[in-house]
């Protein structure tokens, strides 16, 4: 399941709680030129490895202009999408601004579907609305994609997402504690990245272990409690 941030838990996935690090910074900017009317950008394709932040911006993409129009415009995970389901989506998003497809990597291997993706995406982009597509790979590189499609989605704006860089991880981090309202010295995020598994869930996870620690010890986030904290959960290590 792609992740996405959570800023705080159930919060809803916008702009303003995304965190831009130089990892992102290119997906973010496009995906602000999309929304602009007069942009003449019909076509956004991002790709990243897991964890990276794709569904995050996406939804904020159709929260937007969702509230722009106001209308709900939702998010489609490509990987439940069945060849009945596409010709659901296809009525239900006939007056829709904005189509998004999510994680197009893990779409069926069957000529039904390609050929109802292909559909779906035709009519978004034949009548001139916009369409937003997040995937693990490059157009060229994903699997079971029609070569007509693919060809399409080189036509728009292609960015890649990745937050591996510890200064993109620090960032992020830091916006972690700054939503929760706790202060998270340099000292234990730099030993979080270095003790804890590098993806996003482990060391969000990691964040609340020593996020409820330290309120239930009324004690102050330090290296000390950290330390404790983790050992609490070795499967986090």
Request: with cysteine.
């Amino acid at each position: 399941m792609q992740l996405i941030f959570d800023f705080p838990v159930r919060a809803n996935y916008t702009f303003a709680n995304f965190v831009t690090c130089r990892g992102n910074e290119v997906a973010i900017n496009f995906a602000k030129r999309l929304l602009e009317p007069v942009s003449g950008e019909n076509i956004l394709f991002l790709h990243g490895p897991q964890g990276s932040g794709k569904t995050h911006l996406i939804t904020a993409l159709g929260h937007a202009m969702g509230e722009r129009e106001g209308i709900r415009i939702p998010v489609f995970p490509v990987q439940s999408l069945s060849c009945e389901r596409l010709g659901e989506i296809a009525e239900e998003t006939e007056r829709l601004p904005l189509l998004l497809l999510d994680d197009l990597h893990m779409i069926r291997d069957d000529d039904r579907v390609r050929t109802a993706i292909w559909q779906l995406f035709n009519d978004f982009y034949a009548s001139g609305r916009k369409i937003v597509v997040s995937a693990d790979a490059p157009p060229k590189e994903l699997p079971n994609i029609d070569g007509h499609l693919v060809s399409r989605l080189l036509w728009g704006l292609v960015a890649r997402m990745d937050i591996s860089d510890d200064d993109s991880r620090r960032m992020i981090m830091g916006k972690l504690a700054a939503d929760r309202q706790i202060l998270l010295p340099a000292e234990v995020i730099d030993h979080l990245l270095l003790h804890v598994q590098r993806d996003i869930p482990s060391l969000t996870a990691a964040l609340e272990q020593i996020k409820r620690l330290s309120f239930a010890t009324q004690r102050k986030i330090t290296l000390k409690l950290t330390r404790e904290a983790l050992s609490r959960s070795s499967d986090l290590i």
